[in-house]
């Protein structure tokens, strides 16, 4: 498989940002009470994401390594700020649907996880890709929480009637509440058909958390990435 295709099924498949990674749940859970707030949230990401990402990886040898966070935050709220002002050109509705969650894409734990573990270490088109892949698993979650919460909570799809009129919605569903339902029962499927495959002798290592470190040895961010949070000095000192 080649560099491009194997970043494009990571980010749909193996390292899904929702039901493998679990991040960026916040929008995840607040936006997804109808399948065009969902796909909308998602492509938006995806865009901000691909960018960013991109831009971050041309200028990886430029970004000082001390001050790479507050620099990631600057390219990737730009991306937003542009982002918006488009929605809220041509998507008024949807703008106002996403409300307050299009600006709070700028701290989205996937868009800095990304920038940091891969855009910031790793060429530009293999981190384009990168973005695209990430955000099209994100986005294909959030469609997926979004019709089946709308398909249960209103009996609708996309706006358009599609159970019969005898169907009881189940309000819940369009609640908060519904929103852990969803991706619990989704995450849930995700993880028997790892269990099926698993089964049948396919390697399942890939669908991974993330992080390539042993999460119960870290104390600080990363592992791997320890070295630029504490001082050689510091270091040397706390191991005599």
């Not at 041309?58 to 001390?66: A, E, F, G, Q, T």
């Not at 990631?72 to 929605?87: E, G, K, P």
Request: hydrophobic letters at 50%; one cysteine or more.
């Amino acid at each position: 498989m080649n560099k491009v295709s194997e970043r494009l099924v990571n980010g749909i498949v193996k390292e899904n940002p929702t039901f493998v990674l679990a991040l960026g749940m916040c929008p995840t859970l607040a936006v997804t009470t109808s399948a065009i707030n969902g796909l909308g949230m998602g492509l938006t990401t995806t865009v901000v994401l691909t960018l960013s990402n991109l831009i971050i990886s041309l200028l990886r040898k430029v970004i000082p390594n001390r001050v790479r966070i507050p620099a990631f935050i600057v390219i990737v709220a730009s991306f937003v700020t542009m982002v918006q002002l488009l929605l809220q050109a041509y998507l008024p509705s949807l703008n106002s649907a996403l409300g307050v969650y299009i600006p709070l894409i700028v701290v989205n734990c996937i868009i800095l996880g990304r920038a940091e573990s891969y855009a910031y270490h790793n060429p530009p088109i293999p981190s384009f890709f990168d973005g695209i892949g990430m955000g099209l698993g994100f986005s294909i979650a959030l469609t997926l929480i979004g019709m089946l919460r709308e398909l249960l909570g209103a009996g609708e799809l996309f706006g358009a009637r599609v159970m019969p009129a005898s169907f009881v919605p189940i309000n819940i569903f369009i609640m908060a509440p519904g929103a852990f339902f969803v991706v619990a029962a989704l995450t849930a499927v995700m993880n028997v058909v790892k269990e099926k495959m698993a089964a049948k002798g396919k390697d399942v290592s890939k669908f991974g958390n993330g992080c390539g470190s042993e999460c119960a040895s870290c104390d600080l961010a990363c592992g791997s990435r320890k070295a630029d949070f504490v001082p050689a000095e510091a270091e040397k000192g706390g191991r005599e």
